[in-house]
């Protein structure tokens, strides 16, 4: 059977298009959304030390921020509470939510206080308490809480912990676990 001129170039046209279309539109197969922005990571140590809080990204969206801030083996002593400040820059993210981890909760009931300062919109500050003289032995080792950022605009922004502190005991002589380093990184927000 033969296929006419008119018809053969049809065809080649119409090849062409379902095989270019996806190229010119930004599209395949595996993407069923667009995003306008882009988030990456890279966290400030990669193999942490006994003793050591720092971050972890974890699957999400690309265009969401999820860090679980995660404990290495923190053996100072038993842990009732932690505190801190998590510092990004708010014109690049902005906080979006948070989830509870069940690391604390092994324990006992844990309380999670989570919100932007009212003075400083790029300081997060975090409380979280097991509740009574609840504690969770030496040798915690996983994560502690979940956040989620959403990207403001382009940029880079360091994340860095501040005003970090454990606290051994639900009473009033409680002291501060000594000995834990703290550890950021750093979100880059692409196109």
């Known amino acids: 059977m033969m296929i006419g001129k008119i018809n053969f170039i049809k065809l080649i046209l119409i090849c062409m298009i379902a095989v270019m279309l996806p190229i010119f539109t930004g ?48 053996t100072a002593g038993p842990i009732h509470s932690i505190y801190f400040d998590f510092v990004f820059r708010d014109y690049v993210l902005r906080f979006d939510s948070y989830e509870p981890s069940t690391l604390l909760e092994q324990a006992g009931d844990v309380t999670y206080q ?24 030496a040798g915690a080792e996983g994560a ?33 676990l000594t000995g834990i380093a703290w550890y950021g990184g750093h979100a880059y927000v692409i196109k």
Do not use: H
């Open 27 to 74: 599209c395949d197969e595996g993407s069923s959304e667009d995003f306008e922005y882009y988030i990456d990571f890279t966290s400030d140590i990669f193999e942490p030390d006994d003793n050591s809080m720092y971050l972890v990204r974890f699957d999400t969206d690309p265009d969401v921020l999820g860090l679980a801030v995660t404990a290495s083996n923190i």
């Open 114 to 137: 989570v919100g932007i300062d009212s003075q400083d919109p790029s300081r997060l500050i975090v409380a979280i308490t097991l509740m009574g003289d609840a504690t969770i032995d």
């Open 144 to 176: 502690l809480i979940f956040l989620y950022f959403k990207p403001e605009r382009l940029g880079t922004c360091p994340l860095t912990f501040e005003n970090a502190w454990f606290i051994n005991s639900g009473d009033p002589d409680g002291q501060k």
